[in-house]
């Protein structure tokens, strides 16, 4: 087992490595010189001595493996370079947008879990009812609806009508202590009901395909036989087994949840990592964009890497199975 | 006043403080004239507000003062910072200085703060003020005692009381003289100025938080605090005004709004302004035939600017038949035309030997077929509605175009690098208001490239601009470089828009126009009867 998580670590370690030299590779790559993609202005007015200074100021002055030794050197120093826009390091922008990408993102998909597998499961366990068939009718248009859609009536509502929720921002200039968490909690309402709204559907029907199907097996009728309730039958016995393709999906889910939800993000105008990408793309801040780019595929390859090695804990056929082989 | 009184004006001393008056000017509908603390929209977040990084300069000038108030886009500015401007020479200027002004750390406002904060632009980074400094004008300013500054410029600079130090703030040396100027982009602190507020909070999420500087030697400022939340979507902006969450917003009204928002009963009001910008069509006079004096006034002729203004902005504003720069620019001369007639633009593309020879509907020339790309904002609408209007009045007179949306980065990418034969674009205040800079335009590359391509019929009158020792002259210099201009144009208007902002008045009802910055300024937010004395807003219609 060991062996086998060191053998998946490695892998992913590999993966890592590719993608992280690709990142270096991408201003190599790009037409043109290098100093134009990382500079960000106009190079065309400089003399040769100030685009010198430049090029060494960028480390582009070395020879290719000695700025790939240093890129490494600097990334292991936590430097990803300087925002051309913001004239700030890239990681302090990244650092400064994260902790509100992950809490709404990460929250937004914890609640579509939640609500989509148990609404799911419900309309697996009620299947031929009308309750069953309007839960299914009311998640599909749910989910046929565009995010931004969504965002905005909830703000008609809730904030426009009713006045309940703030409509933009994730807290206050001022806000301290309590009356800082009221106001990260108040204005994080209606985003994260957005996103579960969103993305709900995909949880609801993979649950409620997988309970269908486990519903008729024949362990769910020895359950029933033993004289288990329906609930002790639905939530111990099919919904545990039904629920590994949605495990598939969370980590999926999860891999994405660091390059934000731009849409939501820019309705509700979040400050989270998706608009970051966005305006980034907008002016062509190649460096913020390189390092947005290298901490999305690390999340991606983590999530992926979390997967791997915790499914066999969820699933004993894979346990198993992976056991024959050994 | 017209402007051609400017320079018995400026013969006689600029002189005195703000004058008094009693008045509405800052206050043009019923509300409260003060307020504890008012939430104000900005479009996007630039920094804790350094001058030599680039910041907005509505916002900066909370913070900051100049010597003369409140900008270059007014015929008269008035003595802010200073007591007295005086015309020396046609090279040389005075300014005696206010003695009760103290900076934001409590330091007092000196003579030698001026003279540094001339030489450190003249240092530091190339940036939005300096080519005040250091080509158009050029000089240098010394101490004549410690509340007497004297400029002395390198060639004649009669406008230098009235555009220049209008428009150049002041920083403190104190603070300034810490930092070599090659890194003055980098700083990141709050900034310390002598102006009406004081930022006390900045952060990049959240946005800004200024504090009224109570001991401000004009007038204590008319709302205590002001918190700037950073909303960059325009449609996020006005649903957090329309449900009063924020007060009023830095960025114009969408047009499809101002329908709702004028409605009666509507909890927002608005104030139309005619800002100092405007939408324009530049052709890159480095590629043929564009570089044809003849070729661009044809294409100027062909442009149906009032059908442009009614289709595209709906009839918000005026047709931009008066050319460049904008008509209400304190230096345009009034007698500048460019009207629309296709007539003309057909017969100068023949007289250039332009025609149509094989009957497709589009002349050839010696590269071929007269077939162009608009480069256009494919994110924004109205913008691109333009290029397709361009598109058919260029093809109306054998000249085909398309309309090519574009990401902003691309655009942007392409007009620095000046690829492209055609591009819409947008031109701010000091481009269009700004008689220094129209002259600077015409040597950085935007209008042309003086004087690396050549420019003869440029050449003469640019020399005439620089010898001219009296502001009329240079007005008349001016006007001809306009007239010349206009007839082979480089930049076509397309409209001259209205815009109109948003405010809630029942949280605070002082906002008016300043000339070309909206309606939040710190004019807005000062006393009446001292923002009539700086003549510093636009009287509410």
Known sequence: MLGRSASKLLQYALVVWVAVTLNFALPHLAPGDPVDYLYGGDTGDLTPAQLEQIRAGYGLDASVPEQYLAFWTNLAGGDLGTSVALNRPVVDVLLERLPWTLALVGTGIVASTVLGTLLGALAAWRRGSRSAAALVSGVLVLDAMPSFWVGMILIAVFSVTLGWFPSYGATTIDATGAAWLAEVATRMALPVATITLATLGAFFLLTRAAMVTVLDEPFVRHAHAKGLTGRQVALGHALRTALLPVYTNITLAAGALLSGAVVVETVFAYPGLGRLIFEAVVVRDYPLLQGAFLLVTVGIIGANLVADLTYPLLDPRVRQGRAALT | ?541
């Open chain 2, 1 to 541: 006043m017209n402007r051609r009184l400017l320079p018995l004006l400026l013969a006689a001393t600029i002189a005195g403080a703000a004058c008094s008056a009693d008045g509405d000017a800052a206050a043009p509908v019923d509300g409260p004239a003060s307020a504890d603390r008012l939430t104000i929209a900005l479009p996007e977040a630039r920094g804790p507000l350094n001058l030599f990084a680039g910041s907005d300069e509505a916002v900066a000038e909370l913070v900051y003062d100049k010597l003369l108030a409140p900008s270059p886009y007014v015929e008269e500015p008035r003595p802010w910072l200073a007591t007295e401007v005086r015309f020396v020479d046609p090279t040389t200027w005075e300014a005696d200085l206010r003695d009760d002004v103290v900076w934001h750390d409590g330091e007092p406002f000196t003579a030698e703060d001026v003279v540094f904060s001339i030489a450190y632009f003249a240092q530091a980074p190339t940036g939005r003020w300096t080519h005040h400094v250091s080509d158009v004008p050029t000089f240098d300013a010394s101490l004549v005692d410690s509340d007497t500054v004297r400029f002395t410029c390198a060639f004649a600079c009669p406008e230098l009381g009235t555009v220049t130090l209008a428009d150049l703030p002041i920083v403190p040396e104190h603070v300034w003289a810490q930092v070599p100027p090659e890194d003055a982009k980098e700083v990141r602190d709050l900034p310390v100025g002598t102006g009406p507020y004081r930022l006390v909070d900045f952060d990049p999420v959240t946005g800004y938080r200024f504090e009224a500087n109570t001991g401000y030697f004009a007038g204590e400022p008319t709302v205590r605090e002001l918190v700037m939340p950073v909303i960059e979507d325009p449609s996020a902006t006005f649903t957090a005004l329309r449900s009063g969450q924020i007060d009023a917003a830095l960025a114009p009204v969408s047009p499809e709004l101002i329908a709702e928002f004028s409605a009666p009963g509507s909890p927002v009001q608005l104030v139309r302004t005619a800002p100092f910008q405007f939408p324009e069509l530049r052709l890159n006079f480095r590629n043929a035939p564009f570089d044809d004096p003849d070729f661009r006034r044809a294409i100027s002729r062909a442009v149906d600017r009032a059908e442009m203004l009614d289709t595209v902005f709906l009839g918000q504003g005026r047709p931009a038949d008066k050319g460049y720069p904008h008509p209400d620019a304190p230096f345009a001369n009034p007698e500048l035309s460019t009207p629309y007639d296709p007539d003309e633009a057909r017969a100068i593309l023949d007289g250039l030997g332009l025609v149509d020879i094989d009957g497709d509907g589009v002349r050839e020339g010696p590269g071929g077929p007269l077939r162009y790309e608009i480069l256009a904002n494919g994110g924004q609408p109205i913008d691109m509605r333009a290029a397709e209007l361009v598109a058919e009045d260029l093809s109306a007179v054998g000249v085909a175009a398309t309309a090519v949306p574009l990401d902003a980065g691309t655009l942007a990418e392409r007009s620095t690098e000046r690829d492209f034969d055609l591009v819409i674009g947008t031109i701010t205040a000091h481009g269009v208001a700004d008689p220094t800079q129209f002259i600077m335009s015409h040597r950085s590359g935007y209008l042309w490239e003086h004087p690396e391509i050549p420019y003869p019929e440029f050449d003469a009158l640019f020399r005439q601009w620089q010898a001219s020792t009296t502001i009329e002259d240079r007005l008349a210099a001016l006007d001809d470089i306009q007239a010349m201009f206009n007839d082979q144009p480089t930049s076509v208007p397309l409209y001259y828009p209205d815009e109109y902002y948003a405010f809630r008045p029942d949280r605070y009802a002082g906002w008016a126009e300043s000339p070309g910055f909206g309606i939040v300024h710190k004019w807005s937010l000062l006393p009446a009867d001292v923002v009539r004395g700086a003549n510093a807003v636009v009287a509410g219609d």
